[in-house]
C-alpha cells in the first residue's frame, strides 16, 4: 500500500536574542481525510543564511506539543504543533518551515 505525501511550505522569522513559539497546523478535510491513528504530520524548519549574517548559530527547539482539535460531532478538524524555537543570534533568522503530511 502506497503512502499519500502532502507538503506545505512557509517563510517565518525570530527576532534576535528571542524565544517564540510558531503554530503549525494541517486541516483535515474530505481532500485529506484519513484516520487519525495512521497519519503522520511533522516540520521540520531551515535557517536562511544571508550574505549579510555568514555565520549563523542555529536555532534551539526548545519544546514540541502536538494537538488534536474535534468538532461538536468528535470528527478530527485539525493537527496542531507548537514549535518553541530560541534565536540565540544578534540578528533576526528567517527560516523555512516545511510541512509534511503523510497517511
Not at 12 to 31: G, L, N, Q, R
Not at 42 to 57: K, M, N, Y
Not at 58 to 69: A, D, G, Q, S, Y
Request: aromatic share 12%.
Amino acid at each position: 500500500m502506497a503512502a499519500d505525501v502532502y507538503l506545505a511550505t512557509g517563510e517565518y522569522t525570530i527576532p534576535a536574542k528571542s524565544t517564540e513559539v510558531f503554530t503549525f497546523w494541517w486541516p483535515i478535510d474530505e481532500h485529506h481525510a484519513h484516520p487519525r491513528d495512521i497519519a503522520y504530520f511533522d516540520v521540520s524548519i531551515t535557517p536562511e543564511v544571508h550574505s549579510i549574517d555568514t555565520v549563523i548559530t542555529p536555532l534551539i527547539e526548545v519544546k514540541r506539543e502536538r494537538f488534536l482539535f474535534f468538532d461538536d460531532s468528535n470528527s478530527l478538524i485539525n493537527k496542531t504543533l507548537l514549535l518553541t524555537l530560541q534565536n540565540d543570534n544578534d540578528f533576526p533568522v528567517t527560516f523555512l518551515a516545511a510541512h509534511v503530511l503523510i497517511n
